[in-house]
């Protein structure tokens, strides 16, 4: 199956929830994970290169794909990525690019961070409506990234109701915590997954038909 990270805003939390996903996903199942980042600055790869000073077990490969390369030029190879028992994730830039409406219409699914700023509110309904345009088969979830516990977010009831009607709102927001900056892809501290587990609990519990893991 494929999951991709994507939004067209820029710093909504994309690769940070991608590391802590799949370094999650990987202490609950036995499933192989496969990392793929399609994004242009490498944040997720470049971090996977980099934690081998940690010197802990490696979890799972993280792939490149080249800034000119178009790698479903032959959608048989994303077929293949969709149809396989791997659980294929891909984090994406925050800048849409016409070299990812493939992955965009064949993942199964795709997870969009968001926030309540004014901009993020506008870009991540843009970027529902192009999924809309672009006929997006894949399940779309909304995550709320960065919530500020503290902070009472005007247009939050009109936003919720609004994406709902597109997809699925994991109802526990992701929060804002100084742990979720230091995270690595090895390992997720304790403290990190108690960050982490409600909202992906929930995400797994949406696409578990799919995915097939005991909780
Ligand atoms: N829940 C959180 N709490 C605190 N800081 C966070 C949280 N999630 C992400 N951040 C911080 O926000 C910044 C942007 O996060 P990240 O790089 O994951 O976003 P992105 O959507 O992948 O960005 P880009 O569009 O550049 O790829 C980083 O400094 C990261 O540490
Ligand atoms: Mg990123």
Redesign the pocket.
């Known amino acids: 199956m494929i999951i991709t990270f994507a939004t067209q805003?820029?710093?909504?939390?994309?690769?940070?929830?991608a590391i802590a996903f799949v370094n999650y996903l990987n202490a609950l199942t036995g499933r192989k994970v496969n990392v793929y980042d399609f994004?242009f600055?490498k944040?997720f790869y470049n971090k996977w290169v980099e934690d081998e000073m940690l010197e802990l077990p490696k979890l799972y490969d993280v792939n490149v794909i080249g800034d000119d390369e178009n790698p479903f030029d032959d959608l048989e190879v994303l077929f293949d990525l969709k149809d396989s028992e791997d659980v294929n994730v891909f984090?994406l830039?925050?800048t849409l690019d016409e070299k990812y409406s493939d992955l965009l219409i064949y993942s199964d699914v795709i997870i969009i961070?968001f926030e309540y700023s004014d901009v993020s509110v506008k870009s991540t309904l843009v970027f529902k409506n192009l999924l809309g345009i672009i006929e997006s088969q894949a399940e779309r979830i909304f995550i709320r990234?960065?919530y500020d516990k503290g902070y009472k977010y005007l247009n939050q009831q009109e936003m919720d109701e609004e994406i709902s009607k597109y997809g699925v709102l994991i109802e526990t927001p992701?929060?804002?915590?100084?742990c979720?900056?230091t995270i690595n892809t090895r390992k997720l501290s304790y403290e990190q997954k108690y960050?982490v587990r409600k909202p992906f609990n929930e995400i797994i519990e949406s696409i578990n038909e799919a995915l097939q893991i005991t909780l």
């Open positions: 805003k820029g710093g909504a939390g994309k690769t940070t929830l994004d600055q944040s984090d830039a925050g961070p990234s960065k992701v929060f804002k915590r100084n979720l900056q960050a």
